[in-house]
């Protein structure tokens, strides 16, 4: 049907021709996944017409005050409140922010806020956020705008450090993956993209 445009109810002998417009979405890097047989091709390639690639939040950190503001209106009419400023430094601590659990957690987050909020000005305690928030700078681990920021030869390098320290491992609670704190799939597909050879990292 996605290819052809038509297809044949159950039981049917007649082709029903289809004028559709199919949209897919997904959090997975499906190129990693075709490559490791975990998606079929033959569906990638049928639904890959035209790509549009929408980097995780902390890759966007401007797009968050204008996000932190239409959640705040959103969640101060359910709660039947006033909310008329957005304290700086809040603002700071959320661009700051790694945001593991992308926009569902800043909903989270400004909901509980809101709710908690007694005054016309919003703010969040930095405690909320401190377990995420980057401490000492490290080789290994990129900065909270995410691998994607960092130029090649610096996310190759950076890479390459990381399969060294964890023996050409790439998943798994020691692997790369968590070391780099990016998902399994998305370091697959940039190991591949940048032509490194992770079986030479492995242990004799």
């Known amino acids: 049907m996605l290819q052809e445009r038509e297809f044949e109810r159950v039981g049917g002998t007649q082709s029903v021709s289809v004028d559709t417009r199919i949209l897919s979405a997904t959090n997975r890097d499906l190129r990693a996944a075709v490559a490791a047989g975990t998606f079929r091709q033959d569906l990638f390639y049928r639904l890959n017409v035209f790509p549009i690639q929408l980097p995780s939040l902390r890759q966007r950190t401007d797009d968050i005050p204008l996000l ?7 969640y101060a009419k359910k709660a039947g409140k006033k909310v008329r400023n957005i304290d700086k430094k809040t603002l700071e601590l959320f661009q700051e922010y790694n945001w593991p659990g992308n926009i569902r957690e800043l909903q989270n987050v400004v909901e509980r806020a809101v709710i908690l909020c007694d005054t016309e000005t919003f703010s969040v305690d930095a405690k909320w956020l401190k377990r995420e928030l980057p401490t000492e700078p490290s080789p290994l681990h990129p900065s909270p705008r995410g691998l994607g920021r960092l130029d090649e030869t610096k ?3 950076m890479i390459e450090a990381a399969l060294a320290q964890t023996g050409g491992r790439v998943s798994g609670p020691s692997g790369a993956a968590v070391l780099l704190g990016v998902p399994r799939q998305t370091l697959e597909s940039k190991i591949a993209n940048l ?10």
């Open 68 to 74: 932190v503001e239409y959640l705040i209106d959103r």
């Open 155 to 157: 996310e190759k390098e």
């Open 195 to 204: 032509g490194i050879n992770k079986h030479r990292f492995k242990s004799a």
